[in-house]
């Protein structure tokens, strides 16, 4: 078993392994937005709710759930990384680390995006303090401060090291994110997000959004991919293998 | 192994008192972005009695995060701080022991400040020794985290500016009960306790957490 992980924890063969697997997983990522978008607007309820329904508008959480969903799983699995370098001292680890970091911040601005978008005709107001939307917030500030600290130190090794550290202390906010949503009583607390069951949801809701999501999903594998390739290859620019890469990817 | 911790606490505080114009500024920092906060908003009772809790805080995170830039530099520069990571004793009490240096220069004298400060925002006397409390509460566990983002931060280009994008988000828990004990003291004083207790914990965890990722901070910093 280890020889097989250990293969592929060099950068010069996990290079080409995920050159064959971003095709695939860009393929995955368009079917499953594709279907999911297509049973969102067209095979689900067009109000949501009893009283005071909810029209079209609600759609939005088609985008809404999976990116938030996206933006602490990809935290989550950023740490992972992380933490795998800081055991196993391996530089592939903190590069997926580093990789994944922009495309988890994008989907927390999306979610915090898409979910303005909503609150204005449902809520009444574009922002409002709720646990949830600053939890989310500060999620955005997380993935911004690892960015940051990895980009303003020179020496790759420190960098990776240091950002690996912060995002394991920032691990303490994600279930806090998580949780913030389970308002149990209206009457106790004042969040505007409330509890809420995956088995409470219509079936057709749920499909079109887990659809979305597992597209969101493939997207982030995608792009998370490409973007450690290129990591790979600036980083490893002085060995010969990277530099007859580059040299072969230029003249094709 | 407690001499240890009690020497290097005594060596910083005595490095402070030689130098007192850097804990000093600190403290006026704190003293005038609490004043001008009157100055832009107006100077209504009603108004500063609902600003006051929050301002309080966010300027006592502000003051704590300033000075949080000091807590390795001068050692860093000057070697000192490679000798403490060679030394055979745990690295981990060296850093609390800075840490709690840190605080008494600069989280102590907020909380002692605080009745001065309350008064200036027309606030309460219970709530007034509920902002004591809390202050008491919180404001070690800012010296704690933020001695994290300090050691992360050392040495670096625009460290400091770097050190509140790194350090200002995890405040934000300590900022929003910290700030919500007072404010509810207004109102009904038996209920700021869930509030207190959340501080105590936050205190607690972060006083067994945070030197620990601030020593493998530091290690990684400096190698």
């Given at each position: 078993?280890?020889?097989?992980?250990?293969?592929?924890?060099?950068?010069?063969?996990?290079?080409?392994?995920?050159?064959?697997?971003?095709?695939?997983?860009?393929?995955?990522?368009?079917?499953?937005?594709?279907v999911g978008l297509y049973w969102?607007?067209?095979?689900?309820?067009?109000?949501?709710?009893?009283?005071?329904?909810?029209?079209?508008?609600?759609?939005?959480?088609?985008?809404?759930?999976?990116?938030?969903?996206?933006?602490?799983?990809?935290?989550?699995?950023?740490?992972?990384?992380?933490?795998?370098?800081?055991?196993?001292?391996?530089?592939?680890?903190?590069?997926?680390?580093?990789?994944?970091?922009?495309t988890g911040a994008i989907f927390?601005?999306?979610?915090?995006?898409?979910?303005?978008?909503?609150?204005?005709?449902?809520?009444?107001?574009?922002?409002?303090?709720?646990?949830?939307?600053?939890?989310?917030?500060?999620?955005?500030?997380?993935?911004?401060?690892?960015?940051?600290?990895?980009?303003?130190?020179?020496?790759?090794?420190?960098?990776?090291?240091?950002?690996?550290?912060?995002?394991?202390?920032?691990?303490?906010?994600?279930?806090?994110?998580?949780?913030?949503?389970?308002?149990?009583?209206?009457?106790?607390?004042?969040?505007?997000?409330?509890?809420?069951?995956?088995?409470?949801?219509?079936?057709?809701?749920?499909?079109?959004?887990?659809?979305?999501?597992?597209?969101?999903?493939?997207?982030?594998?995608?792009?998370?991919?490409?973007?450690?390739?290129?990591?790979?290859?600036?980083?490893?620019?002085?060995?010969?293998?990277?530099?007859?890469?580059?040299?072969?990817?230029?003249?094709? | 192994?407690?001499?240890?911790?009690?020497?290097?606490?005594?060596?910083?505080?005595?490095?402070?008192?030689?130098?007192?114009?850097?804990?000093?500024?600190?403290?006026?920092?704190?003293?005038?972005?609490?004043?001008?906060?009157?100055?832009?908003?107006?100077?209504?009772?009603?108004?500063?009695?609902?600003?006051?809790?929050?301002?309080?805080?966010?300027?006592?995170?502000?003051?704590?995060?300033l000075a949080l830039e000091r807590?390795?530099?001068?050692?860093?520069?000057?070697?000192?701080?490679?000798?403490?990571?060679?030394?055979?004793?745990?690295?981990?009490?060296?850093?609390?022991?800075?840490?709690?240096?840190?605080?008494?220069?600069?989280?102590?004298?907020?909380?002692?400040?605080?009745?001065?400060?309350?008064?200036?925002?027309?606030?309460?006397?219970?709530?007034?020794?509920?902002?004591?409390?809390?202050?008491?509460?919180?404001?070690?566990?800012?010296?704690?985290?933020?001695?994290?983002?300090?050691?992360?931060?050392?040495?670096?280009?625009?460290?400091?500016?770097?050190?509140?994008?790194?350090?200002?988000?995890?405040?934000?828990?300590?900022?929003?009960?910290?700030?919500?004990?007072?404010?509810?003291?207004?109102?009904?004083?038996?209920?700021?306790?869930?509030?207190?207790?959340?501080?105590?914990?936050?205190?607690?965890?972060?006083?067994?957490?945070?030197?620990?990722?601030?020593?493998?901070?530091?290690?990684?910093?400096?190698?």
């Amino acid at each position: 078993m280890s020889s097989a992980w250990s293969k592929f924890a060099s950068p010069s063969t996990f290079y080409p392994l995920a050159g064959r697997m971003i095709p695939v997983f860009w393929v995955l990522a368009a079917g499953s937005l594709l279907v999911g978008l297509y049973w969102g607007f067209f095979e689900t309820p067009d109000q949501l709710g009893g009283s005071n329904a909810q029209k079209g508008y609600y759609r939005i959480i088609f985008l809404h759930v999976g990116a938030a969903w996206m933006s602490m799983w990809l935290y989550a699995v950023m740490v992972g990384w992380a933490a795998v370098g800081l055991v196993f001292n391996t530089r592939l680890s903190y590069m997926m680390a580093n990789a994944i970091a922009p495309t988890g911040a994008i989907f927390t601005f999306l979610a915090l995006w898409s979910g303005s978008f909503w609150g204005r005709p449902s809520w009444g107001t574009y922002w409002d303090w709720d646990p949830r939307l600053t939890s989310e917030l500060i999620l955005f500030f997380l993935y911004i401060g690892y960015i940051a600290l990895h980009s303003a130190i020179d020496d790759a090794r420190r960098a990776d090291r240091a950002a690996a550290l912060l995002a394991i202390v920032g691990l303490v906010m994600v279930p806090v994110i998580f949780w913030s949503i389970n308002c149990p009583d209206p009457n106790q607390c004042a969040a505007l997000h409330q509890r809420s069951g995956l088995g409470k949801v219509d079936g057709n809701i749920l499909f079109a959004m887990l659809t979305t999501t597992l597209g969101f999903w493939m997207y982030s594998f995608a792009t998370t991919l490409m973007r450690v390739r290129t990591i790979i290859l600036t980083r490893e620019a002085q060995t010969t293998w990277a530099a007859e890469t580059i040299r072969a990817e230029v003249r094709s | 192994m407690f001499k240890v911790f009690w020497s290097v606490l005594h060596r910083d505080l005595l490095l402070a008192m030689r130098r007192r114009t850097d804990v000093l500024t600190t403290l006026f920092f704190f003293l005038i972005v609490v004043s001008l906060f009157p100055l832009g908003v107006g100077t209504e009772t009603a108004v500063l009695r609902i600003l006051g809790p929050g301002v309080v805080w966010v300027a006592a995170l502000l003051a704590s995060m300033l000075a949080l830039e000091r807590l390795f530099a001068a050692d860093f520069e000057d070697g000192t701080l490679e000798q403490l990571l060679l030394t055979d004793q745990p690295l981990v009490l060296l850093v609390l022991a800075k840490i709690t240096a840190h605080w008494l220069l600069t989280g102590l004298p907020l909380v002692l400040m605080a009745p001065l400060v309350g008064m200036q925002y027309h606030l309460t006397d219970p709530a007034i020794g509920i902002m004591m409390a809390a202050l008491l509460l919180g404001t070690p566990v800012l010296s704690l985290i933020g001695a994290i983002g300090a050691a992360l931060t050392l040495g670096l280009r625009g460290g400091g500016i770097l050190l509140s994008l790194l350090i200002l988000p995890l405040y934000i828990p300590v900022l929003v009960y910290g700030a919500g004990a007072v404010e509810l003291a207004a109102v009904e004083l038996t209920a700021t306790r869930p509030y207190l207790m959340l501080l105590a914990a936050f205190l607690l965890s972060s006083l067994i957490l945070a030197p620990l990722a601030s020593a493998a901070a530091l290690r990684i910093s400096i190698e």
